[in-house]
């Protein structure tokens, strides 16, 4: 059965500082995908991570994928405090010739002024 | 373009009742979605659809829970005889990919 864990379930840290959040998974998968959630709000996607090796970034947020190791980071650089929210990982997982998303557990973020 | 839409946003229904809840899927997109999301909890998945063809249900709780895409385009999750455990946000989503767009979720709550 293919499990998505993350960690820290919840985090709390001051506007400024650094922080990674982890997203291990117990099966091969092909793709990896972060998503931010509001209170309230729907799913926000953030990265799709495609290969062994990919990083990507996007403001204050960067996200790296190794597929060997089953482990994916979330790298928070400077936070903010907009950037509290709910951050969850997902894998997909084939189908009936699509792929659907088993998600992680979330991180919840809030950052502190 | 319009993304996922669906209806209604909130609902509130009391034990035993049923409900439904739709899902209008970005224009074209073949594979719709639906999950169930939990309070304090990740999305987990119900069901898809491949245009009208429900070919994965293994996600759905309980046979009270029914989902349907007659025309492959509007989706309707029908929940019978709701019960308090059912409360939860329902998302959909919809792609013609990997990658899955989600839409802002009914959220239930039953009393």
């Known amino acids: 059965e293919l499990k998505v864990e993350q960690n820290p379930l919840f985090l709390s840290m001051q506007e400024g500082k650094n922080y990674t959040i982890y997203c291990n998974y117990s099966?091969?998968?092909?793709?990896l995908y972060w998503y931010r959630q509001d209170p309230g709000k729907s799913l926000e996607s953030l990265f799709v991570?495609?290969?062994?090796?990919a990083v990507k970034q996007e403001g204050r947020l960067m996200a790296s994928l190794d597929t060997k190791a089953r482990l994916s980071t979330l790298h928070i650089t400077a936070a903010v405090h907009d950037l509290s929210a709910t951050y969850f990982c997902?894998?997909?997982?084939?189908?009936?010739?699509?792929?659907?998303?088993?998600f992680g557990t979330g991180t919840r973020l809030k950052v502190l002024a | 373009g319009a993304g996922v839409s669906q209806s209604p946003r909130y609902k509130v229904a009391k034990r035993g009742q049923d409900v439904a809840l739709r899902c209008d899927p970005i224009?074209?997109?073949?594979?719709l979605f639906w999950y169930q999301q939990a309070l304090g909890q990740g999305p987990e998945f119900l069901t898809y659809?491949?245009?009208?063809?429900?070919?994965?249900k293994s996600g759905l709780p309980s046979d009270r829970f029914f989902a349907e895409r007659p025309e492959g385009s509007v989706s309707t999750l029908k929940i019978q005889r709701t019960q308090q455990e059912d409360s939860a946000v329902y998302l959909c989503?919809?792609?013609?990919?990997?990658?899955?767009?989600f839409g802002p979720g009914t959220r239930l709550t039953v009393t």
């Open positions: 224009s074209g997109h073949v594979s």
């Open positions: 989503a919809s792609s013609l990919g990997y990658e899955q767009y």
């Open positions: 997902a894998v997909d997982k084939p189908t009936s010739g699509t792929y659907k998303y088993i």
């Open positions: 991570l495609l290969s062994n090796g």
């Open positions: 659809f491949q245009n009208e063809a429900q070919l994965d």
């Open positions: 099966t091969t998968s092909d793709r």
